[in-house]
């Protein structure tokens, strides 16, 4: 197996993704979850979680790791719709197996629409999760009263005192809004940082929401671009606009070198204990690949099983693109999880963008560049 040391799971660092609900009573048209999942009851129970938390603690133990860190992205579905009861056990229950006097180190960030969550779950953001919320935000992709409501939610989170933090799939109605524009709306919203996704393809919005929505890759590398030079020009009238984490992660990449995007620090729980990541057929069309399940298996089990072996030799192979092979921007784009590239297209690893950001290096401010070296 390919030397995983400093950028894995296998080297102590793990990006615990729960899933362990995938409930969630929005329908957005870039869900890949089908509307039977969403729906489902189906939950791990806090026990089951105990014990795959248990396992993992067990394969840290056995390898002896220096380094321990958990970071609990809870995921989904939408994570509220959980219960808080059930959030708090389980971040009790994550607190004993990976304890602090062990020399783990534990951070839960909860992703959330904010959409019908009731504002008690504020003071468990403060509690469990350093006083921040990240939220998804489509603008009127999911309709002009998701907006309201996002907005209204967002002003009580803040009011709560909450840093929000936003994650956006890039779609074709924040490309109609306009980069300036919507970096003007966020900032004026008092977000602190921002994420900008490329809009993927699934089976679920196969039957037309990828058509009516996605944008090209070329269209996203240029909106990149234009929302990082407001960004730049707001920074520059001392103006406070929410960092852009592609920005930060492409500088950071480029000055440490290195495979960073691998996906080799993750794994997604789902209800049923089995451990996945995004994988892509037909090309570039998106599906969950399971590596086994650790309510039967051990955690080195499904680290070392065939199927996780073979996706990191994709990943790292670059999934064989003819494209990538000789591209230097290899180890620092916006390449996620490895797939195809789309003939006549920017690739998925927003070629346009990294170079725009190249070219621009010079002219960027000196805290940016050394501040992303911390990223
Ligand atoms: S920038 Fe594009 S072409 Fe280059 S390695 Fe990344 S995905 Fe491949």
């Known amino acids: 197996m390919m030397n995983l040391e400093s950028f894995s799971i296998e080297s102590g660092y793990f990006v615990f993704t729960m899933m362990p609900s995938l409930r969630c009573s929005l329908n957005c048209p870039h869900c890949y979850l089908s509307k039977e999942q969403r729906r489902s009851k189906d939950i791990l129970s806090v026990e089951n979680l105990g014990r795959a938390c248990g396992k993992v603690a067990d394969y840290y133990r ?7 860190t958990i970071v609990c992205y809870w995921y989904g579905g939408e994570p509220t719709e959980m219960g808080q009861e059930y959030f708090e056990s389980a971040v009790v229950t994550i607190g004993d197996a990976f304890p602090a006097r062990d020399g783990y180190t534990v951070k839960h960030t909860v992703l959330s629409s904010l959409i019908n969550v ?6 468990l953001f403060h509690k469990h999760c350093g006083g921040e919320i990240q939220t998804s935000f489509d603008w009127t992709m999911r309709g002009a009263g998701y907006v309201r409501h996002w907005e209204r939610s967002v002003r009580g989170a803040r009011l709560d005192g909450l840093r929000v933090s936003t994650i956006s799939v890039v779609n074709r109605e924040i490309l109609e809004f306009g980069p300036e524009q919507v ?4 900032t004026d919203h008092g977000v602190a940082e921002t994420s900008w996704l490329p809009f993927m393809w699934n089976e679920q919005n196969d039957s037309g929401a990828y058509t009516r929505f996605a944008p090209t890759m070329r269209a996203y590398s240029e909106f990149m671009s234009r929302l990082t030079r407001h960004w730049l ?3 520059a009238t001392g103006a406070n606009p929410p960092e852009i984490g592609q920005m930060r992660f492409i500088l950071a990449q480029q000055a440490k070198g290195g495979l960073a995007n691998i996906a080799g ?8 204990g089995d451990f996945v990541l995004p994988d892509y057929r037909n090309g570039c069309q998106e599906f969950m690949q399971p590596f086994g399940n650790i309510l039967s298996q051990d955690f080195a089990d499904v680290l070392s099983s065939p199927a996780r072996r073979a996706y990191l030799r994709k990943q790292v192979l670059r999934n064989g693109n003819a ?24 690739c998925f690893g927003a070629k346009g963008y990294v170079e725009w ?11 940016v560049l050394n501040q992303s070296r911390l990223y």
């Open 357 to 367: 950001l190249q070219a621009e290096r010079d002219r960027l401010p000196g805290d």
């Open 62 to 68: 056995m390898r002896g790791l220096k380094q321990k």
């Open 265 to 272: 620090q993750t794994l997604f729980l789902l209800p049923n």
């Open 118 to 123: 009731d504002p008690s779950w504020h003071a």
């Open 323 to 346: 494209d990538c092979g000789g591209c230097e921007h290899g180890g620092h784009c916006l390449m996620e999880f490895w797939k195809e590239n789309r003939n006549g297209d920017d």
């Open 183 to 186: 970096l003007d709306y966020l």
């Open 233 to 235: 020009k707001l920074r």
